[in-house]
């Protein structure tokens, strides 16, 4: 097979809506802060014992009615994410069980941080198009608010939960043109959630966030206009013949930021971090889904995603609806 084409996408969004009204009755906030500076509303998060496997499924399950095949016609499953519930077994390992594929099919987690999903892409297009794989779920999902700390203003009003994805098939038709990943370690100090667990009182707590918001921001504008000079001069394309962008839904300011180097409107960016926040590996994969969904992706469309995240690490795919 020449191609890996996205045949059909998927995604879940938990119902409980945390407005940025009442974070401000968490932290010394405001709404117009949150707006003008990040231009998020509103995030989902999980409650009620809602997992992170529990997303996965909901999109999963989606995807396999919308692409019209039978469970355990997957014959690969992978996961971008940083919060899975369990050190072990994989995320995509409970989801097969969950999903009762019985094939025996390889299933595994990718973690880049926020990148996750577009490295997730990236492993999968090479399995298909070696043609060790037919059919393969690629998911991004985070149960990101179990890793909040609760209390710090500047990462706590940014950040939501969510899940997402689509299932790649072996094709001879145009699909992934071309997937890019990158990363540099040096970074960590910027972003991380270190896999310490702490006493705070008599709880014990899950490791958290902890971001230097203001110099990921520099880097990641600067990161994501490279990545688009990379993907437009690998593939000889002109930026006007990219149709539709579809960002990393960190801060729309970033996102603008990234149009503006491509040169296009910015009704032809797919946006939800106003409504979604930063959904970490979630994110690209929700978005799509959306734009896919309410018809503004069509058939024939040239498609650019692009993410950043911790590490950092960094990445593009570009592709042929
Ligand atoms: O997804 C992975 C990659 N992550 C990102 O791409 C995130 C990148 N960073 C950002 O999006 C932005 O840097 C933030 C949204 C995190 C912060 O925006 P900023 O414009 O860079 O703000 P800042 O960190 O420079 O803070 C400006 C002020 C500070 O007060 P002082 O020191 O000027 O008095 C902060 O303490 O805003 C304050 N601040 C807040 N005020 C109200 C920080 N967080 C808040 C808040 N509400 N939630």
Redesign the pocket.
């Known amino acids: 097979m020449k191609y890996a084409k996205i045949v059909a996408t998927g995604s879940y969004l938990p119902k409980r809506v945390l407005t940025n009204t009442e974070?401000e009755k968490m932290?010394?906030?405001?709404d117009e802060?949150?707006r003008s500076?990040?231009g998020i509303k509103s995030r989902h998060i999980v409650s009620d014992g809602e997992t992170l496997l529990d997303m996965l499924a909901e999109s999963a399950k989606l995807i396999i009615e919308r692409a019209g095949i039978k469970p355990n016609d997957v014959d690969g499953i992978v996961v971008g994410t940083t919060s899975n519930d369990y050190i072990f077994p994989s995320a995509a390992n409970l989801l097969q069980a969950r999903l009762g594929i019985t094939n025996h099919c390889g299933t595994f987690d990718v973690q880049a941080?926020?990148s996750g999903f577009i490295y997730a892409m990236s492993i999968a297009e090479q399995y298909i198009k070696t043609g060790k794989m037919k059919n393969v779920l690629v998911l991004g999902g985070e149960a990101i608010s179990h890793y909040i700390n609760w209390k710090d203003?500047?990462?706590?009003?940014?950040?939501g939960d969510g899940a997402g994805g689509v299932l790649l098939t072996g094709s001879d038709e145009p699909g992934i043109v071309s997937t890019h990943i990158h990363s540099d370690g040096q970074y960590k100090e910027l972003?991380y959630a270190a896999n310490h667990w702490h006493e705070e009182g008599d709880m014990v707590k899950r490791p958290q966030i902890v971001?230097?918001?203001?110099?990921?921001?520099k880097v990641?504008v600067n990161t994501l206009n490279d990545i688009v000079t990379e993907v437009l001069e690998e593939n000889n394309l002109d930026k006007s013949e990219i149709t539709w962008l579809v960002p990393?839904?960190?801060?729309m300011?970033?996102i603008t930021a990234t149009a503006k180097k491509l040169g296009m409107p910015m009704d032809r960016v797919i946006v939800t971090v106003d409504t979604h926040g930063?959904t970490?590996a979630a994110?690209i994969p929700l978005a799509f889904d959306t734009a896919v969904t309410d018809g503004r992706i069509k058939q024939g469309d040239l498609v650019l995603m692009e993410?950043?995240?911790?590490g950092?690490t960094w990445g593009s795919a570009l592709i042929k609806m």
């Open positions: 974070l932290v010394d906030t405001t802060w949150i500076r990040v941080a926020c203003r500047g990462t706590c009003v940014l950040f972003l971001m230097e918001g203001k110099e990921v921001f990641a990393h839904q960190a801060n300011r970033i930063n970490s994110s993410a950043f995240g911790g950092f």
